[in-house]
């Protein structure tokens, strides 16, 4: 069982950037990779991006490719989105998510286990 909270949401002006958290808590966080999802208000849920159990892969929705990057600590069991260059269409709902599948990536129906999300929004 994991248990996944994300923090470091809030509001931003347009350009700005915001670094979210994922703390997991349970046994074996380096057994998981790590997904992020976000879902804005009336739109289906997006895919971010993903990390490997080591941290030494990722892979990004070309919507986010080159302003958001996704790392982790497994010595302190937490997973990070940075995210840079922020533009009002980021805003949503952000979810950290868990899997135990090797070959997860974007879709969410390989991932176990989920954070309750963290709002973001991108405003002036």
């Known amino acids: 069982q994991v248990q996944l909270v994300e923090s470091g949401g809030g509001l931003v002006q347009p350009g700005g950037s915001l670094r979210l958290s994922c703390a997991a808590s349970?046994?074996?966080?380096?057994?998981?990779?790590m997904g992020w999802f976000r879902q804005a208000p009336g739109k289906m849920r997006e895919f971010v991006g993903v990390?490997?159990?080591?941290?030494?892969?990722?892979n990004y929705a070309d919507s986010v490719k080159g302003r958001f990057t996704i790392s982790r600590d497994n010595a302190k069991n937490t997973v990070y989105l940075q995210m840079n260059s922020l533009k009002s269409e980021d805003t949503a709902v952000y979810r950290c998510?868990?899997?135990?599948?090797?070959?997860?990536?974007?879709?969410?129906?390989?991932?176990?286990?989920w954070g309750q999300g963290a709002q973001v929004t991108v405003s002036s």
């Open positions: 998510a868990a899997s135990s599948s090797l070959s997860a990536t974007s879709s969410s129906t390989d991932y176990t286990y």
């Open positions: 349970g046994r074996y966080f380096s057994n998981y990779r």
């Open positions: 990390i490997s159990r080591s941290g030494g892969w990722t």
